[in-house]
Nanobody
């Protein structure tokens, strides 16, 4: 299992950008598919983006396609979420998570590790 710590959240105006980082501890980070999820009060946590262990496959929820980019640097044990053209509806607590397969991340199944979250607030 890996331990995950998110950072990079904050307050930004609509149309602005933020880059979230998720730092992982443990020597097996490169073997995990990774994902970003978000949650707002009173709603279930939702899938945002996923990346395969090698970084060659990515998947996004429809509402962020063309605006968000997930990437990873296995040498630094870090996964990123570049968020551009932010909208007020992107406001949420953002979490990163790890799973054994790319498909598991997309389906939000068998997620073995979660970070503590980082808040993103987009003002209109």
């Amino acid at each position: 299992q890996v331990q995950l710590v998110e950072s990079g959240g904050g307050l930004v105006q609509a149309g602005g950008s933020l880059r979230l980082s998720c730092a992982a501890s443990g020597r097996t980070f490169s073997s995990y598919a990774m994902g970003w999820f978000r949650q707002t009060p009173g709603k279930e946590r939702e899938f945002v983006a996923a990346i395969s262990w090698h970084g060659r496959s990515t998947k996004y929820t429809d509402s962020v396609k063309g605006r968000f980019t997930i990437s990873r640097d296995n040498a630094k044990n870090t996964v990123y979420l570049q968020m551009n053209s932010l909208k007020p509806e992107d406001t949420a607590e953002y979490y990163c998570a790890a799973a054994g397969t790319f498909g598991a991340v997309i389906a939000s199944l068998d997620l073995t590790s979660w970070g503590q979250g980082t808040q993103v607030t987009v003002s209109s």
